[in-house]
């Protein structure tokens, strides 16, 4: 293992990874872990590029240095500068990557061996699979999708450090927007005031863009600005993340310039309050869908319920595109029966979209805390009325 001061996180950190991750191994019943989605890979080595459409699979056998297979042009670069592994097994552009991994497998003896895999990876494709299974006859593959996510879940002092410096960075980059917001301005010089101070606060590319949009606009879902000018007693809503080592927070705020649409700030007043009883009802063995409940009853109770259709937070993490949640590992959602345990984190959001009308939000990024719950947002919860 190969420590160096270029890391993103301690010696010690990187091992407790590791360990944990190795008992969930041990105790799914496998020999080795394949893996293939990016922010485990990253997770448990810090490896990270953004070239990870190309092939990258971490071959991870408990008590043994994990071996990264992956395009030569990415490994043999990236890997001294962002890990501490040692062992690699790099692709050639020529060749056909998943028999790299094969070559690999049986080179390190585990071509008859019991072999954990991540099905739920967008990464693990049928012919993958389909290859692993017909030239590993003798191996049995093994559903382990949820062996590092269950690690992943719960954050350790260092992984909520970071997120509070990406949580800082949004707020900087939000505020900034709110402060461009105008009337006669359009949304791409809004954005470009966001993402100004976005980069120069520090922030890395997220797995989504940034959500800046105005106006009757706003009701639509993950819109981005597209050049419409701000008009009198209009409104711009903001969904910003940053991201730093990877990991992500988050804020969703709305500015509004001139007189306020009454059913606007009725529907803002309800979502702030909605947050903040969620907040008061987060702590540790709390149901994942009770919480979810507080503040949807709080929307519906406003008469927005039927246009509330999403999730009231998700966890916060490691990021790479397409998202830059986690919610695959945990929402706080109908249906989702888990207790909230301590140093789970999460971006709360209660969100209205009213398509042909207008669009609301107000968020925080957040920490189960021992007691209760810790807010890393530092914007109030509000709506800015410039």
């Known amino acids: 293992m190969n420590f160096h001061p270029g890391l993103s996180f301690s010696q010690g950190e990187y091992l407790r990874r590791y360990r944990l991750v190795a008992d969930g191994i041990r105790k799914a019943g496998v020999d080795a872990l394949l893996v293939r989605g990016p922010e485990n890979i990253t997770y448990l080595t810090g490896y990270e590029t953004p070239g990870y459409y190309g092939y990258h699979c971490l071959i991870l056998v408990p008590g043994e240095s994990p071996v990264l297979v992956g395009r030569r042009l990415e ?132 797995g989504l863009p940034n959500f800046i949009v105005s106006g009757p606009r706003s009701g639509a879902c993950h819109a981005t600005w597209r050049g419409r000018r701000l008009e009198d007693d209009d409104h711009c809503c903001f969904e910003i993340a940053a991201s730093k080592h990877r990991y992500c927070g988050a804020i969703f705020r709305v500015a509004t310039v001139g007189r306020v649409n009454p059913r606007l700030r009725r529907l803002s007043d309800a979502q702030n309050q909605a947050i903040h009883e969620v907040i008061d009802a987060i702590r540790p063995g709390a149901v994942s869908e009770e919480v979810d409940q507080v503040g949807r009853d709080v929307i519906a109770k406003a008469g927005f319920g039927e246009w509330h259709v999403s999730r009231l937070g998700y966890s916060i993490g490691i990021n790479y595109p397409p998202d830059w949640g986690e919610g695959q590992i945990i929402s706080i959602r109908q249906g989702e029966k888990r207790r909230l345990r301590e140093n789970m984190t999460f971006h709360l959001v209660a969100g209205v979209l009213i398509p042909g009308e207008f669009g609301c939000g107000a968020s925080a990024s957040v920490r189960v805390t021992a007691t209760g719950c810790e807010v890393l947002t530092s914007l109030p919860l509000q709506l800015f009325e410039n």
């Open 75 to 206: 490994v043999g670069t990236n890997v001294p500068e962002f890990s501490w592994l040692s062992e690699v097994a790099p692709v050639e552009d020529d060749e056909v990557p998943v028999a790299v991994t094969i070559r690999t497998l049986t080179g390190m003896g585990l071509a008859r061996k019991r072999l954990g895999i991540e099905s739920e990876s967008w990464f693990l494709t049928v012919n993958e699979h389909q290859a692993l299974a017909g030239a590993l006859p003798h191996a049995t593959l093994v559903d382990c999708s949820s062996v590092i996510e269950e690690a992943r879940m719960i954050k350790s002092a260092e992984e909520v450090d970071v997120i509070r410096q990406a949580v800082a960075i949004a707020d900087r980059a939000c505020l900034a927007g709110i402060r461009a917001t105008q009337p006669g301005i359009t949304e791409d010089r809004i954005a470009a005031a966001v993402y100004k101070e976005w980069c120069e606060a520090g922030a890395e590319y997220t």
